[in-house]
């Protein structure tokens, strides 16, 4: 078997980690959240659940990849054969429960950057995403053919994925990551300070963002002991944990490497970055609410709607620069949606390189096409319907149980102190005793209570 290959420098793999962690997610559902959550007030069940569960199995993720050299599949097998099956499960379900409908809306991002150039989305926004460019079916059932400019862009995704994930880490996804992340950066706080320029747009980011409303995180209160469970929930699926992406990524580090330090500011800046994000946000539906007087709290909502049917909106309504203000603003979530796409195809990949021994440039192709076709599915005009349907099951169930089996089998099968032991081994900052009993008891308790809580919820 040839050389695993290796990142090529520690900035690149933690570019490489925050592209993943920091998606569609952080723009479009970060925000409402804590606006619906308590604003400022959000930040704390936020912030405990970083702590608490965020933060420990990014390092256990990043300690598994490391210590094992594989991906999930192998990975598991290699602490315990009978856990393989579970290895396939979060790659698995990562590609097939996000990556295909993931590579959809980046289509979709795509058809609005172009749609940016004269606002063609007209003035009832809302009516246009829904019966003009996706023409959404009757129900889910109803596939009712293929949306021919979303298929366009879900293949050109899929194609840029390819050519990125074709090439060893060091030269695919490394480089794209060193390309793309400095660049939505700039671009992001561009759209931050526009936004803040705006009239309307401070007022609405004090009362609505920041003014903490304590009263809705009470964990005593039945909205409020929610609002902590979303809080877990949200936590996850930004980091990108429970699909094996963390773990592969944490595959191709060199030997000697810091882990805890690397868990930290992958974590930490993937949240830096939503919060952030927040202020434009925020300040762009302020005013927009303010220059059409209407009430904030029906202008904002969260998801698909915010950017494709909020956004425009609001970019209609500014006096100056509309072109711009949307051809950046849909350039940041194609490039935030890109770098979490290539982390899922490689995550996938790499479980199938690494177990089969498989050759790189064959399976990759093999599964961009499989990924693509599967995709279909989203561009036809039910997939708005279906993509709701996948994502329900996929971030309520689908990466918490990932991570309950990685804490089981990190903190009981291999042994919390032996993982801790190959953490301190590898150099950097030290973990202390604590991290054994949060990996043991703490993180997969919150877990399984979080499984619970979304299970009641569906059948109450
Ligand atoms: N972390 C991404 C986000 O916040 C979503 C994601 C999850 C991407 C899992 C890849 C894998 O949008
Ligand atoms: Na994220």
Redesign the pocket.
């Known amino acids: 078997m040839s050389q695993r290959s290796l990142w090529g420098s520690k900035v690149g793999f933690l570019l490489a980690a925050i592209g993943?962690?920091?998606?569609?997610?952080?723009i479009w559902?970060f925000g409402y959240m804590a606006y619906e959550n308590g604003g400022g007030a959000f930040l704390v069940p936020y912030v405990v659940a970083l702590l608490l569960a965020g933060i420990p199995l990014m390092i256990l993720e990043y300690t598994l990849g490391h210590r094992e050299k594989a991906a999930p599949p192998l990975a598991f097998a290699r602490i315990d054969r009978r856990w393989e099956t579970i290895g396939w499960w979060m790659p698995t379900i990562?590609f097939f429960g996000?990556n295909l409908f993931?590579a959809a809306v980046i289509g979709w991002c795509m058809n609005y950057f172009c749609f940016s150039v004269n606002q063609a989305w007209g003035a009832d926004t809302g009516d246009f995403f829904m019966n003009t460019f996706l023409q959404v079916s009757d129900s889910p059932f109803e596939l009712g053919g293929i949306r021919w400019p979303i298929l366009a862009g879900t293949v050109l995704t899929w194609v840029i994925s390819w050519a990125i994930c074709f090439r060893e880490v060091n030269h695919g996804i490394e480089k794209a990551s060193m390309i793309f992340m400095p660049l939505l950066v700039v671009l992001t706080l561009v759209l931050i300070g526009w936004a803040l320029r705006l009239e309307g747009a401070w007022p609405a980011i004090k009362e609505h963002y920041l003014t903490a409303r304590w009263d809705k995180i009470n964990p005593f209160t039945a909205s409020g002991s929610k609002v902590w469970v979303e809080a877990f929930g949200q936590i996850f699926?930004?980091?990108?944990l429970g699909?094996g992406?963390m773990i592969a990524y944490a595959s191709y580090l060199p030997k000697k490497t810091d882990i805890v330090g690397n868990a930290l500011i992958t974590s930490v800046l993937n949240c830096l970055y939503s919060f952030l994000t927040g202020f434009a946000v925020f300040g762009t539906i302020g005013f927009m609410a303010a220059s059409k007087g209407v009430p904030f709290a029906e202008a904002i909502t969260s998801g698909p709607g915010l950017a494709f049917v909020v956004y425009p909106e609001a970019i209609n309504q500014l006096p100056t620069g509309q072109t711009i203000f949307g051809m950046l603003f849909f350039l940041v979530l194609i490039m935030?949606g890109l770098s979490?796409a290539i982390?899922?195809v490689e995550a996938f990949c790499c479980s199938l390189i690494d177990k089969f021994d498989f050759d790189r440039k064959k399976t990759v192709t093999w599964v961009c096409v499989l990924g693509c076709l599967g995709s279909v599915v989203f561009t036809t005009r039910a997939g708005l319907w279906i993509l709701d349907i996948v994502d329900h099951f996929v971030n309520n169930y689908g990466?918490v149980t990932g991570g309950i089996f990685e804490c089981l089998l990190v903190g009981w099968v291999l042994k919390a102190a032996i993982a801790r032991k190959h953490v301190d081994q590898a150099g950097g900052v030290k973990l202390n005793k604590g991290w054994e009993i949060l990996v043991k008891f703490v993180t997969p308790a919150i877990l399984i209570l979080v499984i619970g809580f979304a299970l009641y919820s569906e059948f109450s």
Request: aromatic share 14%.
């Open positions: 993943s962690a920091v998606g569609l997610g952080n559902r990562a996000i993931y699926f930004t980091l990108s699909f992406i935030a979490s982390s899922l990466l």
